[in-house]
C-alpha cells in the first residue's frame, strides 16, 4: 500500500484536524503517501487534492473546522460523478480510502467500495452524535460544552428579567445535544425529535414549574415535531398570559471553536485504529467507541440502524422538575 486518500465531508465537527493529522502521520511514519482531497466527495470528483506532509498537520491539533474542507456533494450521489470520482482515484493510484464523514455521508462511502473495490474506512465526523454503533463522533463533546456554556450565559439574564427562554439547539433528527445539554446546564424541560409535543400540555406544565419561580429555560432540538424554539415559543405565548417568553437560537456556534480534550483524544485514537485496521485488510467499516474500546462494524449498520439518545435520561429529567 503506498498511497491512501482521504476526505472530510458532512458538517464540519470539532476534532477532524486532529484526525487527518493523525492519519496523516500514521502514513507518514508507515512510508504511506498521505492524499489529502479538498472539500469533500466533491474534491475527487474535481480532482482537488495536495499530498499531505508532516508540516501541512503541524499544530492543527488544536483547530476546529477541517483544514481539508467540507462540502455536501450532490454530484456524487449520481453514477456519472461517482465514475469521475473513481477514475481520479485509480489516476492518482489511491489504494485506499479513509473519510472523516457524518451520517448522510457514509453511503457515499459504502457504495465507493463496493464500485471501485479499494478498502474504504468511515469515522463517524459530526456534532449530532447521531451514528449507529458509538458511543461518541467527533465533535459531539465540543458541541455539548459549547451548548451548556451559552445555556449558562443565558440562564443569568433569563433570571435578571424573570422570562422563559426557549433555547433552539442542532439535532435535526436526534436528540443527543438536547438532551444531554438540559441534564448538564439543569434545564426545567427539553423537547426531542424522539418524543412528540404537545404545545397545551406544555404550557401547563410551564406555569405549573414557574409558580413563584423568576426564570425558566427550555431546550429545543432544531428536530423537534413542535418546530423550532420560535415556533413553539409563538405558539405557547397565547396560553402563558403574564408571562414573558424569549427564545434563543444557538445555530452554527455549535460547530466551531477549539475541540475539547476528549474530542482530541478521541479523533487521534480513531485515526490511527482506522489505519492500522486498512493495514490489517479490514474494509466497508467504521470506527466506533464502547466505552474507552475502539472497534469496527459494518459501514452498512451504521447506515440501516437508528441511533437514539437513552430516553430513561428524559425521564430522570422529569423527575427532577421543580414544582411551584
Request: net charge negative.
Given at each position: 500500500?503506498?498511497?491512501?486518500?482521504?476526505?472530510?465531508?458532512?458538517?464540519?465537527?470539532?476534532?477532524?484536524?486532529?484526525?487527518?493529522?493523525?492519519?496523516?502521520?500514521?502514513?507518514?511514519?508507515?512510508?504511506?503517501?498521505?492524499?489529502?482531497?479538498?472539500?469533500?466527495?466533491?474534491?475527487?470528483?474535481d480532482n482537488q487534492f495536495c499530498e499531505l506532509?508532516?508540516k501541512d498537520v503541524n499544530n492543527i491539533v488544536?483547530?476546529?473546522?477541517?483544514?481539508?474542507?467540507?462540502?455536501?456533494?450532490?454530484?456524487?450521489?449520481?453514477?456519472?460523478?461517482?465514475?469521475?470520482?473513481?477514475?481520479?482515484?485509480?489516476?492518482?493510484?489511491?489504494?485506499?480510502?479513509?473519510?472523516?464523514?457524518?451520517?448522510?455521508?457514509?453511503?457515499?462511502?459504502?457504495?465507493?467500495?463496493?464500485?471501485?473495490?479499494?478498502?474504504?474506512?468511515?469515522?463517524?465526523?459530526?456534532?449530532?452524535?447521531?451514528?449507529?454503533?458509538?458511543?461518541?463522533?467527533?465533535?459531539?463533546?465540543?458541541?455539548?460544552?459549547?451548548?451548556?456554556?451559552?445555556?449558562?450565559?443565558?440562564?443569568?439574564?433569563?433570571?435578571?428579567?424573570?422570562?422563559?427562554?426557549?433555547?433552539?439547539?442542532?439535532?435535526?433528527?436526534?436528540?443527543?445535544?438536547?438532551?444531554?445539554?438540559?441534564?448538564?446546564?439543569?434545564?426545567?424541560?427539553?423537547?426531542?425529535?424522539?418524543?412528540?409535543?404537545?404545545?397545551?400540555?406544555?404550557?401547563?406544565?410551564?406555569?405549573?414549574?414557574?409558580?413563584?419561580?423568576?426564570?425558566?429555560?427550555?431546550?429545543?432540538?432544531?428536530?423537534?415535531?413542535?418546530?423550532?424554539?420560535?415556533?413553539?415559543?409563538?405558539?405557547?405565548?397565547?396560553?402563558?398570559?403574564?408571562?414573558?417568553?424569549?427564545?434563543?437560537?444557538?445555530?452554527?456556534?455549535?460547530?466551531?471553536?477549539?475541540?475539547?480534550?476528549?474530542?482530541?483524544?478521541?479523533?487521534?485514537?480513531?485515526?490511527?485504529?482506522?489505519?492500522?485496521?486498512?493495514?490489517?485488510?479490514?474494509?466497508?467499516?467504521?470506527?466506533?467507541?464502547?466505552?474507552?474500546?475502539?472497534?469496527?462494524?459494518?459501514?452498512?449498520?451504521?447506515?440501516?440502524?437508528t441511533s437514539s439518545p437513552d430516553m430513561t435520561?428524559?425521564?430522570?429529567?422529569?423527575?427532577?422538575?421543580?414544582?411551584?
Amino acid at each position: 500500500m503506498k498511497k491512501i486518500g482521504l476526505i472530510t465531508s458532512g458538517g464540519d465537527a470539532p476534532g477532524m484536524n486532529a484526525c487527518v493529522r493523525a492519519i496523516t502521520k500514521y502514513c507518514l511514519n508507515e512510508g504511506i503517501v498521505p492524499v489529502g482531497f479538498n472539500d469533500g466527495y466533491q474534491g475527487v470528483i474535481d480532482n482537488q487534492f495536495c499530498e499531505l506532509t508532516f508540516k501541512d498537520v503541524n499544530n492543527i491539533v488544536q483547530s476546529g473546522g477541517t483544514i481539508l474542507g467540507t462540502y455536501r456533494s450532490n454530484q456524487f450521489r449520481t453514477r456519472e460523478g461517482r465514475d469521475k470520482a473513481i477514475t481520479n482515484l485509480r489516476k492518482n493510484e489511491i489504494d485506499a480510502f479513509i473519510c472523516i464523514v457524518g451520517d448522510g455521508t457514509f453511503t457515499g462511502a459504502s457504495i465507493l467500495s463496493e464500485e471501485m473495490n479499494i478498502p474504504v474506512i468511515g469515522i463517524p465526523g459530526t456534532i449530532d452524535n447521531d451514528i449507529y454503533g458509538t458511543d461518541h463522533t467527533i465533535g459531539y463533546d465540543t458541541a455539548l460544552n459549547t451548548v451548556v456554556e451559552a445555556v449558562d450565559r443565558i440562564r443569568d439574564t433569563a433570571g435578571s428579567h424573570n422570562r422563559i427562554f426557549f433555547i433552539e439547539v442542532m439535532g435535526r433528527n436526534a436528540g443527543f445535544i438536547a438532551l444531554n445539554s438540559a441534564i448538564a446546564s439543569g434545564a426545567d424541560s427539553v423537547l426531542i425529535p424522539e418524543e412528540d409535543t404537545n404545545i397545551q400540555e406544555l404550557a401547563k406544565d410551564l406555569m405549573e414549574q414557574n409558580k413563584g419561580r423568576k426564570s425558566s429555560i427550555i431546550i429545543v432540538a432544531e428536530g423537534d415535531d413542535g418546530g423550532g424554539a420560535k415556533e413553539i415559543m409563538t405558539n405557547v405565548k397565547p396560553l402563558m398570559k403574564g408571562y414573558s417568553l424569549r427564545y434563543s437560537v444557538l445555530g452554527h456556534i455549535q460547530r466551531g471553536g477549539r475541540p475539547s480534550a476528549f474530542d482530541r483524544m478521541l479523533a487521534t485514537r480513531m485515526g490511527a485504529f482506522a489505519m492500522e485496521r486498512i493495514l490489517a485488510g479490514e474494509t466497508n467499516v467504521m470506527i466506533g467507541s464502547r466505552g474507552d474500546d475502539l472497534h469496527t462494524l459494518p459501514i452498512q449498520d451504521a447506515i440501516k440502524i437508528t441511533s437514539s439518545p437513552d430516553m430513561t435520561k428524559l425521564e430522570m429529567l422529569q423527575k427532577l422538575r421543580t414544582i411551584g
